[in-house]
T-cell receptor, first 114, second 112 residues
Framework: DGGITQSPKYLFRKEGQNVTLSCEQNLNHDAMYWYRQDPGQGLRLIYYSQIVNDFQKGDIAEGYSVSREKKESFPLTVTSAQKNPTAFYLC?????????????FGDGTRLSIL | SQKIEQNSEALNIQEGKTATLTCNYTNYSPAYLQWYRQDPGRGPVFLLLIRENEKEKRKERLKVTFDTTLKQSLFHITASQPADSATYLCALLGTGGFKTIFGAGTRLFVKA
């Protein structure tokens, strides 16, 4: 099946720890995005990538890092510098970045603090 | 700054009625507007796209209107069913490489 796989579904972070969220796609899409979803707020863009080996900061990139070494994969690392990491994290893809094509989303990773 | 507003209060309606959800925006001139459905613990799923020069778009029981003068989109679900219960997000898209802006969504409950 074509789609986007995010793992793990639930993740717990200890103080001072970096954690990495996985996002894998087999839709052959060029563009990939990471969003953060908090209750009562719209999706906020963390990082995006329009093509392999290239990525750009979104609106709330501080405390996060990404890589795009393969077209299929766009992992997000939540570093210890992110002081309020508890949220629902969504990965999305699109055939072409910022076009009118719909975004396809994974089923998210819920990150909590231990 | 750009702002997109959806009714934060949940909408409760009876099965068979028409549900109408509102999306208002300010300080933005979107070329496109999208609607997504999100179930609890899941990612959003695309439903419909409407362009700025289109007044109305339909897909099965769904209808979307787009009024660029009022800066508003209405999303209608006719003959609503309990399976339509979910959160519905609107999203604005510009042209020329502008990012997508998502609303916080409106929760819809359809009672049998």
């Amino acid at each position: 099946d074509g789609g986007i796989t995010q793992s793990p579904k639930y993740l717990f972070r200890k103080e001072g720890q970096n954690v990495t969220l996985s996002c894998e796609q087999n839709l052959n899409h060029d563009a990939m995005y990471w969003y953060r979803q908090d209750p009562g707020q719209g999706l906020r863009l963390i990082y995006y990538s329009q093509i392999v080996n290239d990525f750009q900061k979104g609106d709330i990139a501080e405390g996060y890092s990404v890589s795009r070494e393969k077209k299929e994969s766009f992992p997000l690392t939540v570093t210890s510098a992110q002081k309020n990491p508890t949220a629902f994290y969504l990965c999305a893809t699109c055939g072409t970045a910022f076009s009118n094509q719909p975004q396809h989303f994974g089923d998210g990773t819920r990150l909590s603090i231990l | 700054s750009q702002k997109i507003e959806q009714n934060s209060e949940a909408l409760n309606i009876q099965e068979g009625k028409t549900a109408t959800l509102t999306c208002n925006y300010t300080n933005y001139s979107p070329a496109y507007l999208q609607w997504y459905r999100q179930d609890p613990g899941r990612g959003p799923v695309f439903l419909l796209l409407i362009r700025e020069n289109e007044k109305e778009k339909r897909k099965e029981r769904l209808k979307v209107t787009f009024d660029t003068t009022l800066k508003q989109s209405l999303f209608h679900i006719t003959a609503s069913q309990p399976a339509d219960s979910a959160t519905y997000l609107c999203a604005l898209l510009g042209t020329g490489g502008f990012k997508t802006i998502f609303g916080a969504g409106t929760r819809l409950f359809v009672k049998a």
